[in-house]
């Protein structure tokens, strides 16, 4: 029998009580606090989007601040309160807690709430990382385009209570388990800087070798537009790759297309490449580049060689309203041609290292997986509850 299971056995052998978060806690809503507010010192702040972009579950510093003045127009957190995020773009955003664990008060703005409350404050946090805080927020969210819990809505989220002691276990069980995912991606980090360290030197390498304008090595060609509407009515196997690293969603046979290299033309992730190696549909926010003879370039090698040159590429870009990347600009890129037993060594090299660092069933990024995987295994389980049935 584990220790959970001790203590459950001995303080709430007959099941855990449940209550409305309501009924056992306080709902401070806030209110203000712009981006243009948050300063690198003052007051410690943290703002509504920076809860599911930049935090964990807990926090012991801000990453942000705001001035003594607007400080005190805000909503205030004290150690131990958790603030809750109330709107995002998506449900699995919305309702995205951070514990405050740091030792002063700081502040909030709005789209978010502090809770105030008993628990120990990690558990809490924790719980609402739960498929069954999920349920219950996916049936008080209100809206499409941008979704909200409002602080109102959290109220009536039934959450268990279990005593301290069983909270604080299961808070150490799972902090140890963080602690394991910390340290891999910690390593994993370093390994990705010292592969983009090897494929710099790689490339620096390269400045006696000819370079030729990209635009005389491929063609490239602009995708064709789909709408979200167009993916959700024609479902299938086929990735939609367009202004991000991750697909848009899956789409059915028609316009798929071959070439694997993809940059991206307009929008935040202006510049960024694409590899897809399988067939996709191109949206019309990403150039296609096809190599012209694969006599003299390999295509493998030109994905690495565009990477390498990624703040090149980002000069290239125009970014006073809607950040876009010239056709006829991308063209002039050099591109350094070494040999194509060269360019075939180059990539043998770092495929290798990109693979270890990137290729999710293999080495690190496989082993980061599997312990998240455990990690949400063992969070829900300890998190969910016989319940206390009500006394007749």
């Not at 920076?50 to 012991?60: F, H, N, V």
């Not at 131990?80 to 995205?96: A, F, P, Q, R, Y």
């Not at 041609?337 to 290292?353: A, W």
């Amino acid at each position: 029998m584990s220790r959970i299971d001790e203590l459950i056995t001995e303080l709430c052998p007959n099941g855990v009580p449940v209550h409305r978060l309501g009924e056992i806690a306080t709902m401070l809503r806030g209110n203000g606090m712009p981006k243009t507010m948050l300063l690198d010192a003052g007051v410690g702040a943290i703002h509504y989007g920076q809860i599911y972009t930049k935090y964990g579950t807990w926090a012991e510093e801000t990453l942000s601040f705001v001035s003594d003045d607007d400080a005190k127009k805000l909503t205030k957190a004290e150690p131990g309160d958790l603030i809750i995020t109330n709107t995002s773009e998506n449900l699995e955003d919305v309702g995205k807690a951070v514990a405050w664990l740091g030792e002063s008060q700081i502040v909030t703005g709005g789209h978010a709430t502090v809770i105030k409350h008993k628990f120990e404050p990690k558990f809490l946090a924790y719980w609402f990382q739960t498929p069954d805080f999920y349920m219950q927020k996916k049936k008080l969210a209100t809206g499409t385009k941008v979704i909200d819990v409002s602080a109102k809505k959290l109220e009536q989220v039934i959450i268990p209570v279990p005593p301290l002691e069983i909270q604080r276990e299961i808070v150490r069980i799972l902090d140890t388990f963080s602690k394991m995912e910390a340290e891999l991606e910690a390593e994993l980090e370093a390994r990705k800087q010292q592969y983009e360290h090897y494929r710099h030197s790689t490339f620096e390498t390269s400045e006696s070798v000819p370079h030729v304008p990209l635009g005389n090595l491929t063609r490239i060609k602009t995708g064709s537009a789909v709408s979200k509407r167009a993916i959700e009515d024609n479902p299938g196997q086929y990735p939609v790759i367009n202004s991000g690293r991750e697909p848009l969603g899956f789409i059915g046979t028609f316009n798929t297309e071959n070439d694997p290299i993809g940059v991206t033309s307009r929008g935040a992730g202006v510049g960024s490449i694409t590899w897809c190696n399988e067939p996709y549909f191109r949206g019309n926010l990403n150039y296609a580049v096809t190599i012209r003879d694969q006599k003299t370039m390999v295509v493998r090698y030109l994905f690495h060689a565009l990477n390498h040159l990624q703040p090149e590429i980002q000069g290239l870009c125009t970014f006073q309203g809607i950040p876009a990347l010239n056709k006829s600009n991308l063209e002039k890129l050099l591109i350094p041609v070494p040999s194509i037993d060269e360019q075939q060594r180059i990539v043998g090299f770092l495929d290798q290292l990109d693979s270890f660092v990137n290729d999710l069933s293999i080495g690190l990024p496989a082993e980061l997986v599997a312990r998240r995987q455990q990690y949400k295994y063992y969070r829900d389980k300890l998190l969910t509850f016989k319940e206390l049935e009500p006394a007749v």
